[in-house]
């Protein structure tokens, strides 16, 4: 393919060749959930039908002015009340995977969780097959520094070519400890390094999650969980030391695709969890003179990414590191 064609070919949306089903136990709520994903036209972006009781369907943009809650998931919530839950790990398999446009037909109020990472959605993506639509990709370029903080928390956004995640992690937990990590976006990297990092959580804090509400599906399964002894209880032990870290940077893939569009720029943040990433993703959006959308972005980083995946055959997903 000449270089010409490689850069109108990438800077066109995506979406699937075809229909993919996934099935599990969501996390928190335990229930079984039954959800399919399905191609959709340009420009329709990544959006939620659910599925309730009495057959009406709600629908739920993934895009952030429809996030109502970040305590322990991403949750939208549509006006009438009706939510999705959870949608983290499957917007980063999107946004990794470099798909712009999808339907996702879901019968519960959260996405099913799989093994707690993003793996089993971009296996089920990359057998599906993406197809490259006519219409230009819009982009997202950031234009000078946007920052939040809460107490020693913060994310920021700033000015870089190409599109890079620099998360940084810091437990008082040994298990865990200090832990950074960087992904410049491209399918492969992801698919590779980022995509098998499982979600977390601690073994005392079980009760109250429970109490709350939350966690009523977790497992050894779907959650690496770390013992009141300060070990990893799971038999198979951690996918990669730095597997912590690589979770929290997945989730902030899935958090920040809900811009709607790819951003060319670096987020950069410490000791960030849902709620600190969305407080960013709000103060950027609200700041308009912070980015401009363009839609020629030849040389990208999530150029070559989204390239990858539409001409390239599905990679194995074993974990690599450094």
Not at 249 to 277: E, K, Q
Request: charged share 20%; glycine share 10%; with cysteine.
């Amino acid at each position: 393919m000449e270089n010409g064609d490689e850069r109108r070919v990438s800077d066109r949306q995506t979406t699937l060749c075809e229909s993919v089903t996934f099935e599990s136990a969501g996390v928190h709520s335990g229930r079984l959930v039954r959800m399919e994903c399905h191609p959709a036209d340009a420009n329709t972006g990544i959006v939620f039908h659910r599925t309730l009781d009495d057959g009406r369907i709600v629908s739920l943009p993934a895009k952030a002015s429809s996030v109502i809650a970040t305590s322990f998931a991403t949750v939208l919530g549509a006006p009438c009340g009706t939510s999705i839950a959870t949608i983290e790990h499957l917007m980063a398999a999107a946004m990794g995977c470099g798909i712009d446009n999808m339907v996702v037909e879901i019968d519960e109020a959260e996405v099913p969780i799989m093994d707690g990472s993003s793996r089993a959605f971009v296996e089920g993506f990359l057998e599906a097959g993406i197809r490259t639509l006519a219409t230009p990709r819009r982009y997202m370029k950031i234009l000078k520094p946007v920052r939040v903080q809460s107490g020693l928390s913060y994310a920021e956004f700033l000015p870089s070519d190409g599109t890079r995640f620099d998360v940084a992690i810091d437990f008082a937990n040994p298990v865990i400890g200090a832990q950074h990590a960087v992904l410049d976006l491209k399918a492969e990297t992801f698919q590779h390094e980022f995509a098998f990092a499982r979600t977390f959580g601690f073994m005392k804090d079980v009760e109250g999650l429970w109490a709350a509400g939350f966690a009523l599906g977790a497992s050894l399964e779907n959650t690496v969980v770390i013992g009141d002894d300060d070990r990893v209880v799971n038999p198979g032990g951690l996918r990669g030391a730095d597997e912590f870290v690589r979770h929290k940077l997945l989730d902030a893939v899935g958090d920040l695709a809900l811009a709607g569009m790819p951003f060319i720029g670096t987020f950069r943040s410490y000791r960030s969890g849902h709620r600190i990433n969305a407080m960013a993703l709000k103060a950027l959006m609200d700041d308009r003179t912070a980015w401009r959308i363009e839609t020629d972005m030849a040389g990208s980083a999530v150029r070559a990414g989204a390239m990858a995946m539409a001409v390239a055959a599905a990679p194995s997903l074993a974990p690599e590191f450094d």
